[in-house]
């Protein structure tokens, strides 16, 4: 059974979204981590990035594969978590506290509205 906060919004491509005003951190879900297995090496977008919500802003490479990670929302990567270039298993122990991927400066609130709720994420684990 994967641990979903309810305090979170989902994407159906298995990230989280911390919303705090204007900016939102981005990872992935306790799911997605293990559906990957170990992992061994995050690569993440420079501050100043944009993203589009979508597409594709990085890569976390496990034991077991490569994955893309897709950006929930629209905006500018305003940090990225320095801890995963030397401790990628964060992602893996810890995946909604230290294990978080970047901060985003939102670019439209509302494309938030769209995001899955712990309820609404955990029928789309359910189904399938």
Do not use: C
């Amino acid at each position: 059974m994967s641990e979903i906060p309810a305090d979170l919004r989902y994407s159906q491509d298995h990230e989280w979204v911390r919303v705090d005003g204007d900016r939102v951190t981005v990872g992935i879900t306790d799911y997605a981590q293990d559906a990957l297995g170990d992992v061994v090496f995050v690569d993440l977008p420079e501050a100043g990035s944009s993203v589009q919500a979508g597409q594709a802003f990085g890569e976390v490479e496990s034991t077991k594969s490569v994955s893309d990670l897709y950006a929930p929302v629209s905006g500018t990567v305003v940090e990225r978590n320095a801890s995963l270039e030397a401790n990628p298993e964060l992602v893996n122990s810890s995946p909604y506290v230290q294990g978080w991927l970047v901060v985003l400066e939102v670019s439209d609130a509302s494309a938030l509205d769209e995001l899955l709720d712990a309820d609404g994420y955990q029928r789309l684990l359910d189904a399938a």
